[in-house]
């Protein structure tokens, strides 16, 4: 079974940036399509990030233009680039494929606060 490791997370500012990452116990990236998902406190997961095994990338209109998905294939590793952050983007987000196929890992909590 793969394993999915998020990291990365933390305390931001609004407006602050950070970088997620996602380690895969195998090589997936080229195999799957990815996708960086996220869940606030009351609310249900939702895909915010897509990458396919292409390469072609795809956002939600909530964080297009602010956040960026990418990849290292020979790293098995997986990013999330977030710039421009907003108390909105509060939530603990993980990593999967899409849909979400593997086991979900523990996420990775990012709060947006002044």
């Known amino acids: 079974q793969v394993q999915l490791v998020e990291s990365g997370g933390g305390l931001v500012q609004p407006g602050g940036s950070l970088r997620l990452s996602c380690a895969a116990s195998e090589s997936i990236f080229t195999i799957y399509n990815m996708g960086w998902y996220r869940q606030a406190p009351g609310k249900q997961r939702e895909l915010v990030a897509g990458i396919t095994s292409g390469g072609t990338t795809n956002y939600a209109d909530s964080v297009k233009g602010r956040f960026t998905i990418s990849r290292d294939n020979a790293k098995n590793t997986m990013y999330l680039q977030m710039n421009s952050l907003k108390p909105e983007d509060t939530a603990v987000y993980y990593c999967?494929?899409?849909?979400?196929?593997?086991?979900w890992g523990q996420g990775t909590q990012i709060t947006v606060s002044s």
């Open positions: 999967n494929t899409l849909p979400g196929l593997f086991r």
